[in-house]
């Protein structure tokens, strides 16, 4: 029974990332990379500077990976993707604005 489920899972992942690979699943596992790579990013900060920080390049990664994610959703007719990654990459831009736009100020933070 076991050696079933293997064989089950080795062809769903097959079928899956060989069978089925195209430029769409290439640009999509790009874009879930790029967007993985911001809690990489944002990880690393934090360690370095000894408590939470959200730097610049996780905006970066957040809008880039996230309009990518957009595409794949909208080539992939994938109605999830679309409304979830569209309302992501308002605010990611928002937030890159606000950043660029209070350069130079101090970050606030909330106190709780």
Do not use: C, H
């Not at 994610?69 to 605010?91: C, D, F, N, S, W």
């Amino acid at each position: 029974m076991l050696i079933q489920y293997g064989q089950a899972l080795g062809d769903y992942l097959y079928d899956v990332f060989v069978a089925k690979f195209d430029f769409w699943l290439a640009f999509g596992l790009i874009a879930q990379l790029l967007f993985t790579a911001r809690f990489l990013v944002q990880w690393i900060s934090s360690e370095r500077a000894g408590q939470s920080v959200v730097p610049m390049a996780f905006w970066f990664f957040s809008m880039g990976g996230g309009l990518m994610t957009l595409v794949y959703g909208i080539a992939k007719r994938e109605p999830v993707i679309i409304l979830g990654q569209a309302m992501a990459t308002v605010i990611y831009i928002r937030n890159i604005m606000l950043i660029v736009k209070n350069r130079g100020q101090a970050s606030k933070t909330l106190d709780r």
